[in-house]
C-alpha cells in the first residue's frame, strides 16, 4: 500500500511539474561547459543529477491573490543535482497559496567551475525581473531561497551582488551550507564547487558568512541542531555576520529536525517552521496577513 501511494504521489507532482512553463536560461546557447560528459538522469524519483541544460519552472500566483512578491527558488542536492519536488515544486506551491510567484531554478552542477551556479542564478533572477509585469511582479520584492547546498546558492546570490538590479529584496535559507572552511561546510558541496584542492582565497570567497555587508538583504534562516549533515554552525556564523552588519534577520532553531526536512510534516518541531516564515513575510511586508486571521494564521 505505501508503495501505490508513493507512486500516486510521484504521478501527481510529475505531471504537475510538467504542466509549468518552462524557461531555458541560455535560448541561445552557453557560453561555458561545466564539462559533464553524462547526461542528465534520475537518481531517484525526485532528485535530478548532473544537470548541464539550466532552466527554470514557471510558478505564478493566481492574479486575484497576486501580491507582487516573487520569489527564485534554490533546491538543494550538494551541486551534485536538485531535490525539485521536497525542496522545489512543493514550496513553489505553498508560495503561490500566499499571493507570491515561484520559480524553481535547475541550476547547473558546477562540476569545479565555481562560477556556473551563481551565473545561472544571476540570470534567472535576471529574466524574473525582465518579464515582471507580464507576472503581476513588483521588480522591489523579488526574493531568493534556497535549501542546503542551494542555500549556499542562495546565500551567495544574496551576498555577491555587484549591481543594485542583482540584489534579491530578501533571502530565506532553509539549512544552508553557508561556509567553504572544511571543518564546518558539507565536503560534498565544498568539492563539487571548488574542486578537490581549492586555493585559500576560493574559499574565503564562498564563505558567505564572511561576505555579509550593510548591503544584504533582510534574511531568514531556520535550521535544526540534529543536523548531521550541514553543522548548524553554518547557519550560526551567517546570523551573527547579519547582526553584525545591522542587517534585519531571524533564525530560527528547532532542536530536532536533521536535514532535508523541506516542508512536509514529519511529526517534528520542525514541522511549523512554515508557519513562522508566513509571520516573518508579513513583518517584512512581502505578504498581507489574511483578514480572517485576526492577527494570527
Known sequence: ??????????????????????????????????????????????????????RMLVFPAPKEKSCGTAVLICPGGGYSGVSQIK????????????GVSAFVLYYRMPNGHHEIPLKDAQTAFNIIQQRAKEWNINKKKIGIMGFSAGGHLASTVGTHFKTKNERPAFMILGYPVVTMDKELTHAGSRKNLLGMNPSDDLVKLYSNELQVTKKTPPTFIVHAKDD?????????QLFKALQQNKVPAEFQIFEIGGHGFGMRKNGIPADNWDELLKTWLVKQKLIQQPKSSKGKF
Open 1 to 54: 500500500m505505501n508503495r501505490i501511494l508513493f507512486l500516486a504521489f510521484f504521478t501527481v507532482n510529475f505531471f504537475m511539474i510538467l504542466a509549468q512553463e518552462k524557461i531555458m536560461l541560455y535560448p541561445e546557447g552557453l557560453a561555458e561547459s561545466n564539462e559533464i560528459k553524462v547526461p542528465e538522469s534520475f537518481r531517484d524519483p525526485e532528485f535530478i543529477i548532473n544537470i548541464s541544460e539550466p
Open 87 to 98: 525542496e522545489g515544486s512543493e514550496i513553489a506551491k505553498w508560495f503561490n497559496n500566499l
Open 228 to 236: 548531521k549533515t550541514v553543522p548548524i554552525a553554518n547557519s550560526e
